[in-house]
């Protein structure tokens, strides 16, 4: 029989799972009609920038974890650009995704990077942000 009465929390989350010895248990779901998620934020990042590389050169490497990468290039000159591959051929051909200053590319997959750029004062920005668990 209900009393309308509420119950009171247990405790937190943190305390309810303060055992790490005990794993999650998978249990079988069948959604129908639309569902509201919410996307992890990001766990961690690391920022770095390179200059000089008129040589193909890795930027980023593969990783299962990447949430997303952002590539700006900086440079005096409007027409400089950076060529962005997924190996050392797409790079070094031309191939690849021709990147002018001023434009951020966004990347969500979780290939390797490579970069070549036209000119040595070229600089180009890269942010590798790492999914949250």
Known sequence: METGQETPPVGTVGEIYQDESTSPIRVPVSVEGPVQVHQLPSRSAGMRNWTGITEATRVGNQDPRRRRAVLLVYSATPTDFVIIGTDQNEATSGYGFRLAPGIPLEISHQEALYAKANAAGVILSVL?????D
């Open 128 to 132: 590798n942000e790492q999914w949250a």
